[in-house]
Each structure stands twice: as structure tokens, then as C-alpha cells.
């Protein structure tokens, strides 16, 4: 589904992604991992065209679309579905009304088609009869819940989440990330979640990639990362590990 070739990304004299590549297959649910400014983010943006990289190819659904225009991208992002590190929710709309928007902007539906979509995402998130609130009147956990049906709503081919847990308890934290899994199987999507949480990659992820300077230092199933002796692994498992 994506596949990255030689990717390099730069800002001024340092750069984020350093000749990466990898290759997400359709239907995963892969967790990038990595410290504080290794492109873990920069990767995401790559991916929906909201940074272009200096070198290398991204290919998307079978098209190369590094060097796509804005109106050509158009159609790779109907494909993509991005939930941020927080909310992004307009407060001046109901739950409804921020969730049919991306509908009612980019697609020709009927308003019962809309509604239709709408509440069908909101069971898919597990949050029905709140259409009329306002994101202000919930609380942030449930406010998470209406980004990620604001974003399934869509239905995209590709699920992208930066950090989706940020900010959340440690029970939220566990219902998001149940969430994502699956969601990601039902909606038959292929998912890449970027995130610091070495926890939740081993207990949802298909491959988990871990980040550092730009570069791949370990990749594979969440057993061959328990077993893996990169000194960054080792890392990130030894809180996992002494709980």
C-alpha cells in the first residue's frame, strides 16, 4: 500500500529522514517509534503531501506521488485519513456538524447520507447520542473518540494517527488504542500509528519500525522486537518489561 525509496527530508542543514525505506504492506497496523525529533511525524506528513521530500520516491496505492501537484494530490488524500495529537475539533459545531464537514466538503452525498455515515461512525468509536453536543461539553478522552470519527467517517483506504494518545489516562489510552485495532480490521485499512508507546505497539501492532536519526534501527513483528538487542529497543522495552 505505501512504500518509501531512498526518502530524504531536510530542514536547512539537518536532516530529518536519511535515505529511509520501507514498505507498509495493505491491511497492517504498523507503530513507528522512535525519541523526540527522529521524523516520526515528518514521515506522516510526507505521506499526505503536507511536506514534499528533497530525495527519494514515496509510492502510494500503486502511484508515485512525490512529485504530485496540489490537484493531483487531491486524490491520494480522499485515500488518507489523519487523526492529530489533539482533537482539532471546531467548537462553534456540534459533534454532528464537525463530523459530516469532510462529507459534506468533499463529497456529493445526500443528507440522509451523511447522517447515515455520521452515526455509523459514531457506533463504530462507541459514543452514540451525543450528535448534538458541543466539544466543549465533553471530555477530551470523548473528544478523541469524535476526531477518530470524524476521520473514519471517510473511509479512507489509510488510517494515519500522530501520537493519538497524547494527553490521555492510562484506561482512555487502552480504549483508543482497542480502537484503533479494531477499527483498522474492520474498516480493512491499512493503519501507521506514530507514537513513543512501546506498550501499546506490542499489544496491537502488526510491525512495529523504530526510528532514529532519520534512519531505520530495528524493524519487525512485536516478538522479534522483544527478542531484538538494539540498545534503542532494549530502551524502549525496559519500562514495558520491569511492569
Known amino acids: 500500500m505505501i512504500e518509501f525509496k531512498g526518502l530524504i527530508k531536510k530542514f536547512g542543514n539537518r536532516t530529518v529522514l536519511n535515505g529511509l525505506d520501507l514498505i507498509i504492506r495493505e ?31 514515496i509510492w502510494i496505492d500503486g502511484e508515485e506521488v512525490s512529485r504530485f501537484s496540489e490537484d493531483q494530490y487531491f486524490s491520494i488524500r480522499k485515500k488518507c485519513g489523519m487523526v492529530f495529537q489533539q482533537p482539532a475539533l471546531f467548537d462553534s459545531l456540534t459533534v454532528f456538524e464537525n463530523i459530516a464537514f469532510g462529507l459534506r466538503r468533499h463529497f456529493r452525498l445526500s443528507e440522509r447520507e451523511v447522517t447515515d455515515r455520521v452515526q455509523l461512525a459514531l457506533k463504530l468509536v462507541n459514543i452514540q447520542g451525543v450528535e448534538q453536543k458541543r ?12 476526531s477518530l470519527a470524524r476521520t473514519i467517517a471517510l473511509q479512507p483506504k489509510i488510517l494515519l494517527f500522530d501520537e493519538p494518545t497524547t494527553g490521555l489516562d492510562p484506561i482512555t ?18 493503519s501507521i500509528v506514530v507514537s513513543h508507546d512501546m506498550n501499546c505497539a506490542l499489544s496491537i501492532a502488526d510491525r512495529i519500525v523504530v526510528l532514529d536519526k532519520g534512519q531505520i534501527e530495528a524493524i519487525g513483528t512485536p516478538d522479534e522486537l522483544k527478542k531484538s538487542q538494539h540498545p534503542l529497543v532494549r530502551d524502549f522495552l525496559a519500562e514495558v518489561l520491569s511492569l
Do not use: A, C
Open 27 to 57: 491491511g497492517e497496523i504498523v507503530f513507528i517509534l522512535g525519541t523526540s525529533g527522529t521524523g516520526k511525524s515528518v514521515l506522516l506528513k510526507n505521506i499526505v503531501g503536507l511536506m514534499r521530500p528533497d530525495e527519494g520516491e
Open 173 to 190: 489510552t487502552t480504549v483508543i488504542n482497542h480502537l484503533i485495532q479494531d477499527l483498522s480490521k474492520q474498516l480493512k485499512s491499512t
Open 135 to 146: 466539544p466543549t461539553q465533553m471530555s477530551y478522552g470523548m473528544q478523541k473518540r469524535v
